[in-house]
């Protein structure tokens, strides 16, 4: 994602891309950092904190729970928005949440409905 706003960066500055974007490209990149732009990304986080429920599976190396919470919820943890960590009773990853298994079928089918039931009654 680094190297991508790198480019992005690059691209902006040659006038390719449309400006209009900025505001939204600025408070996604602020999310790859806990560092960087923290206020930016912490004020954002507050005004949308009911908009926002994570879900987020223990077994996931890309995106890992404690980086969750520590992005959505701030620096002092003030940010209150509603979190949840699941995990799945077969194996998964990030990129393959709910993997296609013949033998594994129903179960993976019973976490996807309710990890999307979840979201859409949200």
């Known amino acids: ?47 949308l904190k009911d ?3 994570a879900i987020s599976l223990i077994k996931d190396k890309v995106v890992p729970p404690e980086s969750v919470i520590n992005t959505l919820n701030g620096a002092q943890k003030k ?9 799945f009773p077969y194996s998964y990853s990030h990129e393959t949440p709910f993997p296609v298994d013949k033998n594994q079928r129903e179960i993976v089918n019973v976490n996807f409905e309710n990890i999307f039931g979840l979201a859409s009654s949200f």
């Open 51 to 53: 908009k926002i429920f």
């Open 1 to 47: 994602m680094h190297k991508f706003f790198k480019l992005f960066d690059d691209y902006l500055n040659k006038g390719k891309i449309n400006r209009s974007l900025l505001p939204e490209i600025k408070y996604f990149k602020s999310l790859l950092s806990q560092y960087g732009l923290r206020n930016i990304r912490e004020e954002r986080l507050l005004e």
């Open 79 to 87: 940010i209150p928005i509603r979190t949840m960590i699941t995990d």
